[in-house]
């Protein structure tokens, strides 16, 4: 764990847990970069998404995997529902993709994913991209 990590972590268990949305964002978009500098692109999703996992894990950060989230449509909840890859500190939604471009679609369903769930900042994260930045999108709602 390297100082800003560290001061991170700390500030995140002085606040009884709860870390910024911006904060957040911060540190998961330098992880990301950090697992596309080691494994570059070319793999499946679901590896980029363990990835995130362990990186979370180790910075001390809450998150949920593969969360349900159900669309609710004049009262009625209905039981097929939507699944966000990760949820992390109850406020920002990660989407990851491994595919060749973003297209409008992906966006429209990362602002349903934060729309369903509440959250109010969403990543988009494509790591199928020669740099990770041309694979970042973050979104507000």
């Not at 993709?97 to 990362?110: M, Y």
């Amino acid at each position: 764990m390297n100082r800003e990590d560290f001061e991170a972590h700390h500030a995140h268990e002085e606040s009884g847990g709860k870390m910024d949305g911006e904060e957040v964002t911060r540190q998961v978009i330098g992880m990301a970069i950090k697992i596309h500098r080691a494994l570059g692109p070319g793999l499946f999703e679901r590896t980029y998404e363990d990835c995130l996992e362990l990186e979370l894990s180790r910075a001390g950060l809450r998150f949920q995997r593969q969360v349900e989230l159900h669309l609710v449509y004049e009262g009625v909840r209905f039981p097929r529902c939507y699944r966000a890859d990760i949820i992390v500190e109850d406020a920002v939604i990660l989407e990851i993709k491994a595919i060749d471009r973003i297209l409008p679609i992906h966006e429209s369903q990362i602002l349903t994913y934060l729309r369903l769930s509440g959250c109010r900042i969403g990543l988009l994260l494509n790591f199928n991209t020669r740099l990770m930045k041309d694979g970042l999108r973050r979104f507000v709602f």
